[in-house]
């Protein structure tokens, strides 16, 4: 269950940049916010991987795309533009708006039991096939190396071994991200390609509607809400039940229930 | 384990951001600054700011040294700018 009122109340992780309090030191030197330290992050890739703003905006603007379609999230039917995405304010540079997950009140939930008992409920089976967990340090500054792999590749990697395939067999993507940045480190440290190649693997709308790889197909954590995991996990199991409003989704890729991939 | 050392006050920016909006009123006259990691020659990081150049001109493994500035209320903190000699 994950439920929140970011929007109307209070965040804690959000509080260095909307409360007046230094919240470490480190603010003497004017550094506040969990958003600076992916900002840095996300500078030295550009340094390291020639990554940056125009791989970012094709991630924002494809999830934008798929949140068109979703008549339950904040961005149905309301279009982001290439030029809206580079004339948007800096919120640390080199971080833009829509570089940014939004905020949200909602709440959701998901239902974990026995296969035995889910077959005998009224929804179709949705089948959890791998799980993995690793967690790397939240020091930002003092990692030895901000682009090397997150803690993705070695989750990843149990995920993929414990369901008995690789990043090759996966149809879509429902992914628990932060920034435009993460959503391109994640993929990269599960496999979908190598440091340095982003740039060609979200190029042409790949992660778009229609696509070859769909990724947050409800809009996701920028044009849907920020429900942190359970925004993906909900929608990836909806997509795999064929209950979500709209027949172009299953059109897309909802009826081929396969192999979806969660962070 | 941790040690003190006689740092030589040089060292190269690992990673930097620049702040265009300030989250704490202290910084409002400053806009816009730049917070970065250095990497110092000795190979510790620390948390500073950049001054004494161009913002545009910022770029990551870019050479630095210290500069000492007193802020409100008596601290005294490393800044860094731009390497007069490379390191």
């Known amino acids: 269950v994950c439920s929140d009122n970011a929007t109307s109340g209070h965040r804690s992780f959000a509080a260095g940049a909307t409360k007046s309090e230094p919240p470490d030191d480190n603010a003497a030197f004017g550094e506040f916010s969990r958003v600076a330290h992916f900002a840095m992050a996300a500078r030295r890739g550009m340094h390291e991987f020639q990554t940056g703003p125009e791989m970012w905006k094709e991630i924002a603007l494809n999830q934008r795309k798929w949140a068109n379609l979703n008549p339950d999230g904040a961005f149905y039917k309301n279009p982001l533009t290439d030029d809206d995405y580079f004339n948007a304010d800096w919120v640390v540079e080199p971080f833009r708006l829509y570089d940014c997950c939004i905020m949200s009140d909602e709440g959701r939930a998901c239902i974990v039991t026995s296969k035995e008992r889910a077959r005998d409920l009224k929804s179709p089976l949705v089948t959890i096939m791998g799980l993995g967990e690793a967690n790397s340090s939240v020091d930002i500054h003092q990692s030895s190396s901000m682009t090397s792999p997150i803690s993705a590749q070695r989750a990843g990697a149990m995920a993929f071994d414990m369901a008995g395939i690789t990043a090759n067999d996966v149809d879509a993507c429902e992914i628990c991200y932060c920034f435009t940045s993460t959503v391109e480190i994640t993929h990269r440290d599960y496999g979908f390609f190598k440091p340095g190649e982003g740039q060609d693997w979200f190029a042409n709308g790949r992660t778009a509607p229609g696509s070859e790889i769909p990724v947050s197909t409800s809009g996701g954590l920028f044009s849907d809400s920020y429900c942190m995991s359970l925004t993906p996990v909900t929608e990836g199991v909806m997509q795999l039940r064929g209950v979500v409003a709209l027949a172009s989704w299953g059109a897309t890729w909802g009826q081929r229930r396969r192999t979806l991939s969660f962070v | ?87």
């Open chain 2, 1 to 87: 384990v941790t040690k003190w050392i006689a740092a030589s006050g040089r060292g190269k920016i690992y990673t930097f951001a620049v702040y265009h909006v300030a989250f704490h009123d202290a910084f409002k006259n400053s806009l816009p600054y730049v917070t970065a990691v250095v990497e110092l020659d000795e190979g510790s990081r620390i948390l500073s700011t950049i001054t004494g150049c161009d913002i545009g001109d910022i770029r990551c493994d870019m050479p630095v040294e210290v500069i000492w500035r007193t802020a409100p209320g008596g601290f005294v903190l490393p800044d860094f700018t731009p390497a007069t000699v490379d390191t």
